[in-house]
């Protein structure tokens, strides 16, 4: 038989240890070492066990916890330790023999027991350590989301982005200490929530309302919400290439001449466990990826300054290749070359020059040669007429 985890993440709610179950008061009597944040030790009573607190950055507790290995140790955490908590990141350094862990009731579920609202159609976000902008995608009149913040001060805060948002009729149910002694919920409105007054730990409901833009579901959000200099791939084309591309769960992307970033961040967007890599040559462009996918949201889009094929090696391969710029043959080679065999890869052409190279590497390896011709309509003196934009040749190929 193996031997038990030595290590134990611990979920522990506002009532200490009168919320706990006898199996987890069991583990904490047995520990020799007790380790979490401040408020987490002082929910529990003084044991003979070593209490160690979980120091800031959360990363650099990792080291002083595998000094532990082999005693009996337990991690406090809040509620559910894997529902945006420490379990996760846990689980990723520990072999999984080394632990085991005794879950707690999550603040999402004690704060959609007060609201009345069902867990399964409200959105849940962990904003404790992650920006505000993560919202931004999903803010919409009707949405219903509880969100965990890093304290009480962050209540205001989000008020403000809410009203720059535009979302500035959002009613917000305000409610700390959620389980405990110390609980307190206040429906607020906005302007009520920016003159603060909120303790730590905190959580929010938000009932979304305003006259702020959603943005639809389907590929092809709109131009105006990316900050570009014209070089963008317009609406049409960018959802016809987000099809082709195929994202699928998992996948990381390269976006080779990102431009705007429209690409990738519109990539991201598809699904939370999809990564990207945007590789620009031109600086001010590639500030301009960060601020887009920063204002988007979209954190796990890593913007690298570089000329392909140069500034690719080294990186983790991709699943997905994207070229929308600095397409040439000496790229395309690189490609075919160092990527792995079953690697997705599109790439758009709009001048002969590039229509012609990717006529001749269809002719080689094959894959799927697509003309893109769009239209708009415009003015022409007094009627209208067809305005026709560049013809997009496009060309997908599993490599």
């Not at 965990?148 to 009613?171: I, M």
């Not at 389980?179 to 730590?200: C, I, K, M, N, Y």
């Not at 500034?311 to 290749?321: N, R, Y």
């Not at 309509?377 to 026709?388: E, N, T």
Request: glycine fraction near 10%.
């Amino acid at each position: 038989m193996s031997e038990a985890p030595w290590l134990t993440v611990l979920g522990l709610g506002e009532d200490g240890l009168d919320g706990l179950p006898p199996a987890s008061r069991q583990v904490l009597e047995r520990a020799e070492i007790i380790m979490g944040p401040p408020r987490h030790l002082s929910l529990v009573p003084e044991t003979s066990a070593q209490r160690v607190e979980w120091p800031v950055p959360f990363a650099d507790g990792l080291p002083i916890l595998t000094g532990f290995r082999g005693r009996p140790t337990v991690v406090l955490a809040s509620g559910d330790p894997f529902w945006f908590g420490a379990g996760s990141v846990i689980a990723r350094n520990f072999e999984a023999g080394e632990w085991a862990a005794l879950p707690g009731q999550s603040t999402f579920s004690l704060a959609a027991a007060r609201l009345g609202w069902p867990l399964e159609s409200t959105l849940t976000f962990g904003l404790h350590a992650a920006p505000l902008t993560r919202l931004r995608p999903h803010l919409a009149v009707g949405l219903h989301a509880i969100l965990l913040l890093r304290n009480g001060a962050a209540v205001a805060e989000l008020a403000t982005y809410l009203t720059e948002t535009g979302f500035a009729d959002t009613r917000l149910h305000v409610m700390e200490a959620l389980g405990g002694p110390r609980e307190r919920s206040r429906s607020v409105s906005l302007t009520e929530a920016l003159l603060g007054g909120f303790d730590h730990p905190v959580c929010v409901g938000l009932e979304v309302a305003g006259a702020g833009s959603a943005f639809h579901k389907a590929s092809g959000k709109p131009d105006e919400i990316f900050e570009t200099d014209g070089q963008i791939t317009k609406r049409p084309v960018r959802a016809l290439t987000l099809s082709a591309l195929a994202p699928q769960r998992g996948d990381h992307l390269w976006d080779i001449g990102g431009g705007t970033g429209s690409i990738s961040i519109e990539w991201l967007m598809c699904d939370p466990t999809l990564t990207a890599t945007s590789i620009e040559p031109r600086e001010d462009r590639a500030e301009r990826i960060r601020r887009n996918a920063d204002a988007l949201g979209q954190d796990r889009l890593n913007v690298i300054h570089g000329t392909a094929p140069d500034a690719l090696s080294g990186l983790p391969f991709p699943d997905v290749v994207f070229i929308g710029g600095g397409l040439s043959a000496n790229l395309l080679a690189w490609l075919r070359d160092a990527l792995p065999t079953g690697t997705r890869l599109v790439a758009n052409a709009v001048t002969l020059e590039s229509e012609a190279l990717l006529a001749q590497w269809h002719n080689e390896l094959g894959g799927d040669l697509l003309r893109i011709e769009l239209a708009h309509a415009s003015a022409l003196g007094p009627r209208r007429g067809w305005k026709s934009a560049y013809p997009v040749v496009q060309w997908s190929v599993t490599l």
